[in-house]
């Protein structure tokens, strides 16, 4: 198939450990978006790309918190320093532009769990 | 701040009947309403739409409804089925913030026969 995937699919990780979550979105998909999905909420935005450009990163909670893309298409997020607040399900969608009217596709999310 | 509401976490509906999925928001500036559904262990797939300057969307078994002097939209489902089974999650964008989604909290919809 060639919708959006996320590896891994389950990360299990130590306070204070550094993690990189990876999205292959579809090919082509001009905008990418990551999202944060605690228990029992809504996911909720957290960085945009598009292309290679972060043109939003209002919704990173921390400055552990970073992201990339950096040839437009594969993007990766990562978290430093782990902390048990971090443990959520990680969402990317990707979509053909960056307009309001355009369909996201999500992936299956990568659901990390921090000890 | 919630801006998008939904505030039933759950629904039981009978095989057949109607079901009712209510959403509220706060902001006046959204212009674009989703649906979104999920199954668990997947990401969340695109229902159905409806722009602002529209008060009804219909694609097949499935109906938005939007009232902007209210901030309510709602989604119903008619007729109910089995596989409709999943949680149903609300979403609204804004012009000019890239098509990024606010999300409600969700509500699990419970199909029985």
């Known amino acids: 198939g060639a919708g959006v995937s996320q590896s891994p699919r389950y990360k299990v990780a130590k306070r204070g450990q550094d993690v990189a979550l990876r999205c292959d979105p579809i090919?082509?998909?001009?905008?990418l978006f990551w999202y944060q999905q605690a228990l029992g909420q809504g996911p909720e935005f957290l960085t945009y790309f598009q292309n290679e450009a972060q043109l939003d990163k209002s919704g990173l909670p921390s400055d552990r918190f970073f992201a990339e893309r950096p040839e437009g298409s594969v993007s990766t997020l990562k978290i430093q320093r782990t902390q048990q607040e971090d443990s959520a399900v990680y969402l990317c969608a990707s979509s053909t532009t960056g307009l309001s009217y355009n369909e996201q596709f999500f992936g299956p999310g990568t659901r990390l769990t921090v000890l | 701040d919630q801006q998008v509401k939904q505030n039933s976490p759950s629904l039981s509906v009978q095989e057949g009947r109607i079901s009712i999925l209510n959403c509220d928001y706060t902001?006046?500036?959204?212009?674009?309403f989703l649906w979104y559904k999920k199954y668990p262990a997947e990401g969340p797939t695109f229902l159905i739409s409806?722009?602002?300057?529209?008060d009804k969307n219909e694609d097949g078994r499935f109906t938005v409804f939007l009232n902007k002097s209210a901030k309510h939209l709602s989604l119903h489902i008619v007729p109910s089925q089995p596989g409709d089974s999943a949680v149903y999650f609300c979403?609204?964008?804004?012009?000019?913030?890239?098509?990024?989604?606010?999300f409600g909290a969700g509500t699990q919809v419970v199909v029985t026969p």
């Open positions: 090919s082509g998909h001009v905008s």
């Open positions: 979403a609204a964008s804004k012009r000019g913030s890239w098509g990024k989604l606010q």
């Open positions: 409806i722009s602002s300057i529209k």
């Open positions: 902001n006046s500036m959204f212009d674009y």
